[in-house]
């Protein structure tokens, strides 16, 4: 039996496809203006990829910002338990999760059992998510997924105090005037990110192992300048962009096997 | 009418109506005062109003005012307008909008009726000092500032003397001000029936403990205007009397204030006054009931320390214990015996970005709570008035998110 977990982000949408309990596939797109589409769009686009016949899903869960639009899935859940859902499935060890998206960052704290204990969320700032790294990118003209790489060529991170992202903009291009190390520039760019995720992470007690997931999660930089700043191993899965449409489809075949 | 009409009426509170004809005459009073040789003087809200009616001088709040402007979304606005004034963003939302009405004459009723005089009592926050300074000078009316130390832990006999001297010292300010003799046989009526009017609500709140329950803490926010503004009066002890016979009828008939409740909630600090409907609906679409909340029962949380018979005496303990007046591991412990009395599945906590010494303890509170009981705990970050310190998505999101942790204790894994 097939279930579909599809995850509308900010910036991206996920789908994925678990066949008797088993990852079957996955897929990422930009989400683009309207999420109404894009859920159809990544569905239809997973479904291509693996050449099946939709009428072979036996339930779908949408989650994410986007989650009520997509109007084809049978449930819609938050992405906080999706994610702790995919991150349980995929490697049941798992007691926290740091998930940094496009735009919010949370902490989930799961019990033994893979369930949610307790959640936190960044407040109504970009500050500590993808948008923020987005527009530091874009203001010291790097391609979003060289940062990480970039960063950890750096000895001196400078030191970005703003905590708000258009006032660390304008520090950033006075850095860049200051002809400050683009490395150590995008370094104080992660520990200053890295200290807001933390903040989070101490909010809810997460306790080790600790996995990273969203679309952020494939910064080696970040990963660097969060284990620093919290002095604890943080693991990256296959699918940290994925692993919210994974716990979605999880969740799609407990419903239907009415465990839930 | 539909069914569902029909359904929807049955679980109208009626009291509500009653209610807002006696707000409305205590508001016409308050604005014709002058008309009818009568005093006005402006209160903090958790002040002691006895003295004021025992001198017969309309109290008038100007919280209860913010509250009504939050509630109709009329926040933002005069917050801008107290920014332009020069007041801070920072400061609580109230303070602004109550600043900015009289300099506009704002907010639903065109502003309050002009201050005789100031009552300021600094236990629910410090904010009201300067707040009320602020008052004076513009109104250019006497200032009395009842200062109540906060009790961390317990209460002192030094405190006891130190409030208690100031209460004196408060009904000679009022005989200066009304130039007329404080009456004490009518201050003992008065506190007599101040007694009665919050017996009366502690039992109107009790009633929530009954499952369904027969209100919820939204009503509870709309009930609370009659026991802050007329404690004191006969109006407010006929008003709750009714008000609780009418939830016990429907107790004994099954009416419950939302239509499939399963889940039940408590609230924490004071409510989002401009996002009042859309967060009822939400909680109730996940047929959650928010039974009680640590806001509207401060009005009655005192009562142990009142003594019935002797209560100018006992004012100035019972003004100085309330929740917001007291240390974290005290507020923490009425949060615990909330929760064992209401039975309730859940915690949600406002964190307020206004009344600071409300949301200053919470993440304590909140660790105390999880340890202790186990149950859900959510923080939703808002402000009373502000709308611009809300964001919808994102309190969708958490609420959402809350209700699933909560309902997942029932999936079979």
């Given at each position: 039996?097939?279930?579909?977990g599809i995850?509308i982000?900010?910036?991206t949408?996920?789908?994925?496809?678990?066949?008797n309990?088993?990852?079957?596939?996955?897929?990422?797109?930009?989400?683009?203006y309207?999420?109404?589409?894009?859920g159809e769009?990544?569905?239809s686009a997973l479904l291509?990829?693996?050449?099946?016949?939709?009428?072979?899903?036996?339930?779908?869960?949408?989650?994410?910002?986007?989650?009520n639009?997509?109007k084809?899935?049978?449930?819609?859940?938050t992405?906080?338990i999706?994610?702790g859902?995919g991150?349980?499935?995929?490697?049941?060890?798992?007691r926290?999760?740091?998930?940094?998206?496009?735009?919010?960052?949370?902490?989930?704290?799961?019990?033994?059992?893979?369930?949610?204990?307790n959640?936190?969320?960044?407040?109504?700032?970009?500050a500590?998510t993808?948008?923020f790294?987005e527009?530091?990118?874009?203001a010291l003209?790097v391609?979003?997924e060289?940062l990480?790489?970039?960063?950890?060529g750096s000895?001196?991170?400078?030191?970005?105090s703003?905590?708000?992202t258009?006032?660390?903009?304008?520090?950033?291009i006075?850095?860049?005037a200051?002809?400050?190390?683009?490395e150590d520039?995008?370094?104080?760019?992660?520990?200053?990110?890295?200290a807001r995720?933390?903040?989070l992470?101490?909010?809810v007690k997460?306790?080790?192992?600790?996995?990273m997931t969203?679309?952020?999660?494939?910064?080696?930089?970040?990963?660097?300048a969060l284990?620093?700043?919290l002095?604890?191993e943080i693991?990256?899965?296959?699918?940290?962009q994925?692993?919210?449409?994974?716990g979605?489809?999880v969740?799609?075949?407990?419903?239907h096997?009415?465990?839930? | 009418?539909t069914?569902?009409?029909?359904?929807?009426?049955?679980?109208?509170?009626?009291?509500?109506?009653?209610?807002?004809?006696i707000?409305?005459t205590?508001?016409?009073d308050?604005?014709?005062?002058?008309?009818?040789?009568?005093k006005?003087?402006?209160i903090?809200?958790?002040?002691?109003?006895?003295?004021?009616i025992?001198?017969?001088?309309?109290?008038?709040y100007p919280e209860?005012h913010?509250a009504?402007?939050?509630?109709?979304?009329?926040g933002?606005?005069?917050?801008?307008?107290?920014?332009?004034?020069?007041?801070?963003?920072d400061?609580?939302?109230?303070a602004?909008?109550?600043i900015?009405?009289?300099?506009?004459?704002?907010?639903?009723?065109?502003?309050?009726?002009?201050?005789d005089?100031l009552?300021?009592?600094n236990?629910?926050?410090?904010?009201?000092?300067?707040w009320?300074?602020?008052?004076?000078?513009?109104?250019?009316?006497?200032?009395?500032?009842?200062?109540?130390?906060?009790?961390?832990?317990?209460?002192?006999r030094e405190?006891?003397?130190y409030?208690?001297?100031?209460?004196d010292?408060?009904?000679?300010?009022l005989?200066t001000?009304?130039?007329?003799?404080?009456?004490?046989?009518?201050?003992?009526?008065?506190?007599?029936?101040?007694?009665?009017g919050?017996?009366?609500w502690?039992?109107?709140?009790?009633t929530?403990?009954?499952?369904?329950?027969?209100?919820s803490a939204?009503?509870?926010?709309?009930?609370?205007?009659?026991i802050?503004?007329l404690?004191?009066t006969?109006?407010?002890v006929d008003?709750?009397?009714e008000?609780?016979l009418?939830?016990?009828?429907?107790?004994?008939?099954?009416?419950?204030i939302?239509p499939?409740?399963?889940?039940?909630?408590l609230?924490?600090n004071l409510?989002?006054?401009y996002?009042?409907?859309?967060?009822s609906?939400?909680?109730s679409?996940?047929n959650?009931?928010?039974?009680?909340?640590?806001?509207?029962s401060a009005?009655c949380s005192?009562?142990?320390?009142i003594?019935?018979?002797?209560f100018l005496d006992?004012?100035?303990q019972?003004?100085?214990r309330?929740?917001?007046?007291i240390?974290?591991?005290?507020?923490?412990?009425?949060v615990?015996?909330m929760?064992?009395?209401?039975d309730?599945?859940?915690?949600?906590m406002?964190?307020?970005?206004?009344?600071?010494p409300?949301?200053?303890?919470?993440?304590?509170?909140?660790?105390?709570?999880?340890?202790?009981?186990g149950i859900?705990?959510?923080m939703?970050?808002?402000?009373m008035?502000?709308?611009?310190?809300?964001?919808?998505?994102?309190?969708?999101t958490?609420?959402?998110?809350?209700?699933?942790i909560i309902?997942?204790?029932?999936?079979?894994?």
């Amino acid at each position: 039996m097939i279930f579909a977990g599809i995850d509308i982000g900010s910036i991206t949408a996920k789908a994925a496809f678990i066949k008797n309990d088993k990852l079957m596939a996955t897929k990422v797109i930009p989400t683009g203006y309207n999420p109404i589409t894009a859920g159809e769009k990544v569905f239809s686009a997973l479904l291509e990829q693996t050449g099946i016949d939709p009428r072979d899903i036996r339930a779908i869960v949408a989650t994410g910002y986007g989650r009520n639009s997509v109007k084809f899935a049978n449930r819609a859940m938050t992405e906080i338990i999706c994610h702790g859902k995919g991150a349980h499935f995929l490697d049941p060890r798992i007691r926290g999760i740091i998930d940094v998206g496009g735009q919010d960052s949370k902490a989930i704290a799961l019990d033994r059992t893979g369930q949610v204990e307790n959640f936190a969320m960044n407040d109504k700032c970009a500050a500590g998510t993808g948008r923020f790294l987005e527009v530091m990118a874009k203001a010291l003209e790097v391609k979003l997924e060289d940062l990480g790489t970039i960063s950890l060529g750096s000895r001196a991170p400078s030191k970005i105090s703003s905590i708000c992202t258009v006032f660390a903009e304008s520090e950033v291009i006075s850095m860049i005037a200051g002809q400050q190390k683009r490395e150590d520039i995008i370094a104080g760019i992660h520990e200053s990110t890295a200290a807001r995720v933390a903040g989070l992470v101490t909010k809810v007690k997460l306790e080790a192992p600790i996995i990273m997931t969203g679309g952020v999660a494939k910064n080696q930089g970040m990963i660097k300048a969060l284990e620093n700043r919290l002095g604890i191993e943080i693991l990256v899965g296959d699918y940290p962009q994925e692993n919210g449409a994974i716990g979605a489809a999880v969740i799609a075949s407990r419903i239907h096997l009415q465990k839930i | 009418m539909t069914d569902t009409d029909k359904k929807k009426d049955k679980r109208k509170i009626r009291a509500a109506k009653k209610m807002r004809e006696i707000m409305t005459t205590y508001y016409l009073d308050a604005m014709t005062a002058r008309e009818n040789n009568k005093k006005v003087a402006w209160i903090t809200s958790g002040g002691p109003v006895e003295p004021l009616i025992a001198m017969d001088i309309i109290p008038v709040y100007p919280e209860n005012h913010g509250a009504m402007i939050g509630a109709s979304k009329m926040g933002e606005e005069l917050c801008i307008k107290a920014e332009e004034m020069g007041y801070s963003q920072d400061l609580c939302s109230y303070a602004r909008t109550d600043i900015a009405c009289c300099k506009v004459n704002g907010g639903p009723m065109g502003g309050l009726p002009q201050p005789d005089m100031l009552i300021c009592c600094n236990n629910i926050c410090g904010t009201v000092l300067k707040w009320y300074e602020v008052q004076a000078r513009h109104f250019n009316v006497p200032l009395f500032i009842l200062d109540t130390p906060i009790c961390h832990t317990d209460y002192s006999r030094e405190v006891e003397s130190y409030v208690r001297r100031q209460m004196d010292e408060y009904i000679i300010f009022l005989e200066t001000a009304v130039d007329k003799k404080f009456d004490h046989d009518k201050m003992a009526e008065v506190g007599r029936l101040a007694f009665q009017g919050q017996k009366l609500w502690q039992k109107v709140l009790k009633t929530t403990t009954h499952k369904p329950s027969p209100m919820s803490a939204f009503d509870a926010f709309f009930f609370l205007a009659l026991i802050v503004t007329l404690r004191g009066t006969q109006i407010a002890v006929d008003f709750y009397e009714e008000l609780s016979l009418e939830m016990e009828e429907r107790i004994q008939t099954d009416i419950s204030i939302i239509p499939h409740e399963k889940y039940r909630l408590l609230w924490d600090n004071l409510p989002v006054w401009y996002q009042l409907k859309w967060l009822s609906q939400k909680f109730s679409d996940h047929n959650a009931c928010l039974v009680a909340d640590t806001y509207t029962s401060a009005w009655c949380s005192a009562l142990k320390y009142i003594d019935e018979n002797n209560f100018l005496d006992s004012m100035a303990q019972a003004y100085t214990r309330i929740h917001l007046n007291i240390g974290v591991d005290q507020m923490a412990d009425q949060v615990l015996d909330m929760i064992r009395t209401y039975d309730v599945d859940g915690f949600v906590m406002h964190s307020n970005r206004s009344c600071k010494p409300y949301s200053f303890g919470q993440m304590d509170i909140m660790n105390i709570v999880r340890k202790k009981t186990g149950i859900p705990v959510v923080m939703l970050e808002a402000d009373m008035v502000d709308p611009r310190s809300f964001s919808l998505s994102q309190t969708d999101t958490r609420i959402d998110a809350f209700m699933e942790i909560i309902k997942q204790k029932e999936w079979v894994r």
